[in-house]
């Protein structure tokens, strides 16, 4: 009978205890707490505070999922791969590329922040949870809950951009940016409506779904295609299309048709709201080539990636440091094309390329980043080998679903960072799980003797999730309490004033004591001290900001604070620096500053670029500590 079983594909009595206990609940709880969360949680204490507590979200449902994989025992979930060539693969790549990812951390140790290791951490939770049986059976409820959230989000982006509902305060230069849902920007919003867009057109098509399911599906598929158009982003809407065409391939003859009403429906979407009007006009520029403009200017990210590739090829700048390395890279870009490089938003930092594969290219390395496009590949693989087939367990979605939601986020991150978003970085993580698991069948695994060490690591892992999380988010909080006290100080004056100094400079204190590499923080320190006319102080603060990461606003305060300080020309230098690299502070300049000698400077510079010249340098105090030019950077260089 067990050799029957086996045969069958099944799983013998004593190894189908997995749906007894708390890991039957624990573990799909957990990761729709870390897929459904990021929708809905924000906070409007500052931008990091936003994205901060939906990390938050996304880690605490991955510490649940890793607790309940413990409390149930992880032998008694385990599969094992029935492609094992292309599983094996897929598993041994992403294990490379999460040890060099390690080691760029530690040679880039004094740079790179040791919290940031959490947005690695919490989607490899859900990975787990996909790779689970527990979290394979649960698919089906688990994509439900994420397509509903999708709708409602499609829903408040619709009713915020057309009908007036309740909007976040934002400042909104376009109408597209009133779409912010409870996410906070139209892109994010796009971003997040991917996955659902896909999961609502696989449901409208399954011959498994009953008819009044599917015409729920094809009516909540136009909300998120109209939430879309609202939001007017155009690489999340090519992602969706591109991952219906590649779900339509997987059963040509029958999709065929209901992909024609499909586009139909993505077209009256788009060109009902404004994304209409923006590709357009976007196909206008392309064909007058502006290119930088087609693309929002995402060439100046790409570039300065290209700077810290050439730099340190093998280890990168870091994990998570390509803000930090960004303007330095920037610069040096600027020499090698000869022309200066300025974001005609209200930003001109790049906190990431806005090209994945860029990104991990340059903060991780080359061979880290090669590794991790292999994982990738080793899955579509192994799912279009499984093409038309379920999953080898029950309530396992089909491998054309997983395959046409990994193609839209591989298609999202061309242009766009999907895995710096929780609310799109989890649900990718967790299809991959669930990708690898279809490549897998279930085992008898009981009585394994390392099953009670794997199950003592699965706790502390959970534990440490959770604190690393919670350590994280009381960071950010005590950072934007301190920045609303130092927005406040402009609007008060004599004691009232007086009592908030030691209340932000506690805040903030408090902060870096969990966070000490957070440039940011140091910055907005350096600016309470500065207005308690602590010159000193602020002096040392901005510095260590600038030596983490350097900003225009960075270079603008050490300016006001060397030239309090009487040494002018220092200031001067920081001004014509912090000028050139974000044109709009040369309205911030104080009048001692000679605002129009600076910008006869930077224009000076900028007609003497495109002979062969170099951007502004810094002032000498701070030349030799800049990210990527210092001694110990170019001993780096030759990894």
Known sequence: MAARNRAAGQVPSASARPDEGLGPLLVPLGVLAALMLPYFVFSLASDDSMREVKLFAQALGGACVLFGLAVQGR????????????ATVAAGALAAALVLTLVSGILNG???DPLAVLAVL????LVSGGTSRIGAAASGRIFLALSLAGVVTGLLAVGQRFAGLPRLPLQVPEPRFLTTALLGNPGDVAAALVFPAILLWASALSRNAPRPVRILSFLGLGIVLLGLGAAESVMPILAVLVGMLVHVLFDFRRRVLPFAAGLTLAALAIFSTGAGNRILTKLRELRSGQINRVVTQRDIGIEAAREMIRI???????PGCFSNAFV?????AETRVRRRMVHFSESSHFENAHCEPFTLAAECGLPAASFGLVALGALLAGLIGRRRQAGTLPGAPESGVLFALLIAFAVLGVASFPLRLPVTSGPAAYVAGLAWSSLSTPRQSGGDPRARHRRLGLFLAAASLAALASVRLMAAMWQAEGEEKLLEFGGTAGPARLAMMPEAKASLRRSLFLRPRKAATWLALGSVLRLDQDSGGAWDS???SHALEERGETDLNLGRVALERGDAPTAFGFFVRAVWIFPRLLDSLPDEALPSSVEADVREAERG????GLAPPLPAPVAARSFLLSPQ????SIF
């Open 110 to 112: 004094g740079h790179a």
């Open 75 to 86: 032998e008694n979930m385990a599969l094992q791969p029935t492609r094992p060539r292309l």
């Open 609 to 612: 670029l495109t002979a062969g």
């Open 633 to 636: 950077d170019r001993f780096f």
């Open 122 to 125: 919490a989607p490899l939770a």
């Open 328 to 332: 330095p890279a920037r610069l040096l």
């Open 312 to 318: 340190r090829p093998f280890f990168g700048v870091g």
């Open 542 to 544: 901005m510095l260590r």
